[in-house]
């Protein structure tokens, strides 16, 4: 199976503090690969580099065969991405953005797809205020679809479900698992563990940068053991070691 995305040593570092230290990992195509861990640890800066938004200190990555550091912006041309802050520009319309996202990646039939995520999101109602006077939980909505709008064959996702209702949460979990169906490939950021036991396929956990685990989530129910008891346990190792 073809990789993804492939790191090898990656680090990053602000000043004495190591945010992704050293981290070794692939994620092939047709995962759902889920990277955990708590608040801090590590996951906002992974993807920020992964995606060429800031340039690591340390190690390589690639993304679609694409150098992150020296190919950054071809990498944010081919991938979809969900930064961790909805941060859709205050002075558009949800509809000028969407118009705006599909001029920039050049996307036929955009006026048909917009409507068609207006409605699978259920904000077409929300279409023409700016952006500033969205709820977040609709601004999320809106950044979910300009990273998906153009159907990308690898998208990076942080925290997608954190500001949508438990409705709107089921909704985009079918989505996804769907979207990997059709032989795309998600990496998601969360520290939501039922989320990453119920939809995802492979995950990590990194801790203080570390990687700390990974592997299939269906090894853990071979075991008859879940997600959430197995990041705890590793969570309590580490804190005592």
Known sequence: ????????????????????????????????????????????????????????????????????????????????????????????????????????????????????????????????????????????????AQAFIHEPVFALIDEPLINFDPIMQDVVKEFLVQYVRRGRTIFLSTHILEVAEEICSTFAILHRGRLLHTGPVADLAGRGEHLGEFFLSLMRKERHA
């Open 1 to 144: 199976m073809a990789a993804v995305l492939e790191t090898r040593d990656l680090s990053k570092a602000y000043g004495d503090v190591c945010a992704v230290d050293h981290v070794s990992l692939t994620v092939n195509a047709g995962e759902l690969f889920g990277l955990l861990g708590p608040n801090g640890s590590g996951k906002t800066t992974m993807i920020k580099v992964l995606t060429g938004q800031v340039r690591p200190t340390g190690g390589s990555a690639t993304v679609l065969g694409l150098d992150v550091e020296k190919e950054g912006i071809r990498v944010r041309e081919r991938v979809g991405i969900i930064p961790e802050q909805e941060s859709p520009p205050s002075f558009l319309t949800a509809v000028e953005y969407l118009e705006f996202v599909g001029a920039v990646r050049r996307i036929p039939d955009l006026a048909a797809k917009a409507e068609w995520w207006f409605d699978f999101l259920e904000f077409g109602d929300k279409k023409d205020v700016l952006c500033k006077d969205l709820s977040r939980g609709t601004r999320q909505k809106l950044m979910f």
